[in-house]
C-alpha cells in the first residue's frame, strides 16, 4: 500500500462513491414503492427479468447496453448513471480534498506519489461519508421529515470507527464531541419545546448532530450547528413569510438538510471560519 499512487486511490474512491449511488438508485426505486432493498434481487421493472450483475455495474453497465435494458430492450433513463457519477466525483474529491488540505498545495507531482499519512485517510474517510450521506439526509427529510438512522446512528459508528486510525480524532475526542454535541442540541430542543409550547427540535437533528460530532469533534460539530442555523434563517425568514399566507404549517421546512449541507463545508474549512470570525470580532 505504501508504494500505490494517489491516482489509483482517487479511481478507487470514485468507484466506491458510484457504487454508493447505484445504491441510492435502487433505494429511490423501490422505497416508495414498499418493495425491500434485499429481495427480490435485481430485475427488470417492465418484464421482471434477473439483471445479471455484469449489467448492474454502475455508470459501466448502463453504457456496456447504450442505456436500454438487455431483456426488453427499453430504454433506462440517463438520470441513473448520472447520478452514479456524480455521486463517483463526490468521493473521489474527498480523497482529493483530503490531500490538498494536508499538503497546502496540489502539485502534479502529488498524483504519482503514494498517500503514506493515516490521519489523510481518516480525513478522507470522514469527508466521503460526510458528501456522500448529504443526499439521503436533504432527500428524506424534506420528502419525509425525518432523518435516516443509517445516516445519523451510522454517522456515530463511522465516526468512532474512523477515530481508531492514528492521526485523525481521537476516539476519546469522538466520543466527546458525539454526547456533547447531541446531548447539547437536545437540551435545547427540550427548553425550546418548553419556551415555545411546541415541538422544537426533532430527535433526528439530534442523532445527526451526534453523528457529526463523532466524526468531526465537539468544535466541528458546533460550527455545523451555527452555519446550518444562520443557513436556516436566511432560507427559512422569506419562504416562511410565502407558506404563511396559506396557514397550513406547509412553511414548515426541514433542519436536517441545513446541517447535511453545512457539515463537509465546516469539516474543511470550519477552523478557518472560526479564525476569521474571532480576527472580525476581537480584531486580533
Ligand atoms: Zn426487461
Known amino acids: 500500500m505504501k508504494e500505490i499512487p494517489l491516482w489509483y486511490w482517487l479511481a478507487v474512491f470514485f468507484a466506491l462513491g458510484a457504487c454508493v449511488g447505484s445504491f441510492y438508485n435502487v433505494i429511490v426505486y423501490r422505497m416508495p414503492r414498499g418493495i425491500s432493498l434485499i429481495n427480490p434481487p435485481s430485475h427488470c421493472p417492465l418484464c ?3 439483471i445479471p450483475i455484469r449489467y448492474n455495474l454502475p455508470i459501466v453497465g448502463w453504457l456496456w447496453l447504450r442505456g436500454k435494458s438487455a431483456c426488453c430492450h427499453q430504454p433506462i433513463s440517463v438520470i441513473y448513471p448520472i447520478g452514479e457519477a456524480l455521486c463517483g466525483l463526490l ?3 474527498a480523497l482529493f480534498a483530503a490531500v490538498a488540505v494536508s499538503h497546502g498545495s496540489v502539485v502534479p507531482a502529488l498524483f504519482a506519489a503514494p498517500v503514506v499519512d493515516p490521519a489523510v485517510w481518516a480525513f478522507a474517510l470522514g469527508l466521503f461519508w460526510l458528501l456522500l450521506g448529504a443526499y439521503p439526509v436533504c432527500a428524506v427529510d424534506c420528502k419525509y421529515k425525518l432523518i435516516p438512522d ?3 446512528v451510522g454517522g456515530v459508528v463511522a465516526g468512532l470507527l474512523i477515530s481508531l486510525i492514528p492521526g485523525g480524532i481521537t476516539p476519546m475526542a469522538s466520543l466527546l464531541g458525539a454526547v456533547v454535541a447531541g446531548g447539547g442540541l437536545y437540551l435545547v ?3 425550546a419545546t418548553k419556551v415555545l ?3 422544537a427540535m426533532g430527535f433526528g437533528d439530534v442523532k445527526l448532530l451526534a453523528g457529526y460530532g463523532a466524526l468531526m469533534g465537539l468544535t466541528g460539530a458546533v460550527e455545523t450547528l451555527v452555519v446550518a442555523a444562520v443557513l436556516g434563517i436566511v432560507v427559512m425568514v422569506p ?10 404549517g406547509s412553511g414548515q421546512i426541514p433542519f436536517g438538510p441545513f446541517l447535511a449541507v453545512a457539515a463537509p463545508f465546516m469539516y474543511l474549512w470550519g ?3 472560526f479564525e476569521l470570525y474571532v480576527k472580525l470580532v476581537f480584531g486580533e
Open 150 to 152: 443509517s445516516i445519523s
Open 239 to 248: 419562504y416562511s413569510k410565502m407558506a404563511a399566507g396559506k396557514g397550513d
Open 197 to 199: 409550547k411546541k415541538e
Open 271 to 273: 477552523d478557518t471560519l
Open 48 to 50: 421482471k427479468k434477473r
Open 189 to 191: 430542543g427540550w427548553v
Open 91 to 93: 468521493g473521489a474529491l
